[in-house]
């Protein structure tokens, strides 16, 4: 996979982004820049803010400082109205899935698609049936959230997440509690994404082998910081203490 | 490779303002009279603010037909059974109450129409309110608390929908639509059971009953007095979803969620009911 710095105008450009709840200090001026087409994983211990600066990006919590801008647009100064236009080119897979309890997971996968596109009943269905086939859960479509493991959970959430052919993806811990074949098949799909429709994605993980065969390039945030960024094999030969540490405790990466 | 370097020195957080904060009645009773004054003036604050939202939700399209009408079915439908038994059971007592009252003024002959206009004016509209504060209020906030804390509202954010629109609007039109229907049942079945008991001390025809009762009763009042719980709809459903999308602290929070829910509501709806009542005599004397 390429870097593919050469686009003015990022994908998604934080800058300075401060977050506090009370007293606790999440994000501390953290500045990160994604370019288009690229996918950045977001290392760090649990904690540290990465739910909450996916959360920042999506407009959903408010930042004390600093300012977020989306293909461009500065999130802060928009209406509703125009967040949410930007909000339909952005998936979102939260890390709990967060999976409507008292919809179908048809009715789960189909609730962006009833409410943002024109899509006749069948044409609909035709489209769930095809995105929940991507992430191999065609046989749960007629189910409710709760008969669901929490693996499965996060796979209809992923499905949801790309109802509207995003052109940027937010997953808040993709592989974490799946099987490693369907963490695998997970990895393979997001790079699927990447090349087939060229989506930016930020990817905060735990797991290193997704972040092997996903990242273009690795965010490392420590304390609401950025400690550490640049591609994967510049992270294993950094001296950095906390990055040393991150690495030799992670144990996976060669 | 490029590591940044550490900047030193907080900035002063401005306070997030999309951030709306839930009363803490825990925190409100060991706190100083002012400061328990201030939580009550902001919880009211963030009440109106919240009210703000669902009007303009609810009056800009698009309109969320489905969802409307599930709630209503949730909202209507099933508390049917519910409200009709508190109708009969009220009708009933009502009856026995006042005939022994009425016996020892020689007035029994306007039993029929003391039954009927008592449950036409208040007996029934507050009774449904409160039926149904405790079973729908209760049930908005702790489906929406529960959706607050596993991050569901969000998801609906994330998916570009309004859930002021999508949640909120839905329920409270669907409490204001369906309690005027519900306090009709209430005064039926409460008319019923009023003769039934009526009946059972002193043998009647229903049509003697109806006859007697109606021909002092008008639809002054009954209209007003019906359609002032729509009021006490909007009051149910506001306070159910406020309650519900500011809980927080994960299961133990939807609890509280719903208990306030419940208890606010039938408060408010009682409190409501003095205002509505002075209204309805000043705007429709007899």
């Not at chain 1, 300075?16 to 994983?41: M, P, W």
């Not at chain 2, 009946?199 to 359609?227: I, V």
């Amino acid at each position: 996979m390429t870097m593919e710095n050469d686009n003015p105008k990022p994908a998604i450009r934080l800058q300075e982004l401060s977050k506090s709840f009370g007293e606790q200090k999440v994000l501390d001026r953290l500045d990160l820049n994604i370019a288009c087409g690229e996918t950045v994983t977001v290392l760090g211990r649990s904690g540290t803010g990465k739910s909450v600066m996916l959360k920042l990006i999506m407009g959903l919590q408010k930042p004390d400082d600093g300012e977020i801008e989306i293909n461009g647009e500065k999130i802060a100064a928009l209406s509703l109205d125009d967040l949410n236009r930007l909000r339909k080119k952005v998936g979102f897979l939260f890390q709990q899935a967060a999976l409507y309890d008292s919809l179908t997971v048809e009715e789960n996968v189909a609730f962006p698609l009833r409410r943002h596109t024109r899509l006749k009943d069948d044409e609909r269905q035709a489209r769930v049936r095809e995105l929940l086939a991507r992430v191999g859960m065609e046989e749960a479509i007629e189910k409710m959230p709760g008969d669901l493991s929490g693996g499965m959970k996060k796979r209809i959430g992923l499905a949801r997440a790309l109802a509207l052919d995003p052109q940027i993806l937010l997953l808040d811990e993709p592989t974490a509690g799946l099987d490693p074949i369907t963490a695998s098949e997970i990895n393979e799909l997001i790079c699927e994404l990447q090349d087939e429709r060229r989506m930016s994605s930020i990817v905060v993980t735990h797991d290193m082998r997704s972040v092997e065969k996903v990242a273009d390039r690795v965010a490392l945030l420590h304390e609401g910081r950025l400690v550490f960024e640049g591609t994967l094999r510049e992270m294993t030969e950094s001296q950095h203490p906390f990055v040393m540490k991150f690495i030799e405790e992670s144990g996976e990466v060669r | 490779m490029k590591q940044h370097a550490q900047v030193i020195g907080a900035r002063p957080s401005a306070v997030s303002a999309g951030v709306r904060p839930a009363t803490d009645s825990g925190n409100a009773t060991r706190a100083s009279p002012k400061r328990l004054l201030l939580g009550t003036l902001e919880w009211f604050g963030n009440l109106g603010d919240f009210c703000a939202r669902l009007v303009k939700a609810a009056v800009t399209p698009p309109y969320e037909g489905r969802e409307l009408l599930r709630q209503m079915d949730e909202v209507g439908a099933k508390s049917l059974p519910l409200v009709a038994l508190a109708g009969a059971a009220i009708g009933a007592v009502l009856s026995m109450h006042m005939r022994d009252s009425m016996a020892q003024f020689g007035a029994k002959s306007m039993l029929p129409t003391l039954i009927i206009l008592s449950l036409f004016k208040e007996t029934g509209p507050i009774i449904t309110a409160l039926v149904v504060s405790g079973r729908v209020g209760a049930g908005i906030g702790a489906e929406l608390g529960s959706m607050k804390v596993t991050e569901q509202i969000e998801a609906i954010e994330a998916s570009a929908v309004n859930p002021y629109k999508f949640l909120v609007a839905t329920r409270v039109i669907a409490c204001m639509l369906m309690l005027p229907l519900l306090t009709i049942v209430a005064d039926f079945c409460g008319i019923v059971t009023g003769w039934i008991a009526n009946a059972l001390a002193e043998p009647m025809s229903l049509r003697f009953f109806l006859n007697e009762g109606l021909a002092q009763a008008n639809f002054a009042d009954l209209l007003p007095s019906t359609f002032k719980t729509v009021v006490f709809g909007f009051i149910i459903g506001v306070i159910g979803c406020f309650q519900g999308m500011n809980a927080k602290g994960g299961t133990a929070g939807v609890g509280r969620a719903s208990t306030s829910a419940v208890v606010l509501a039938s408060l408010f709806v009682i409190l409501a009911d003095v205002v509505l009542v002075r209204l309805i005599i000043t705007l429709f004397p007899q």
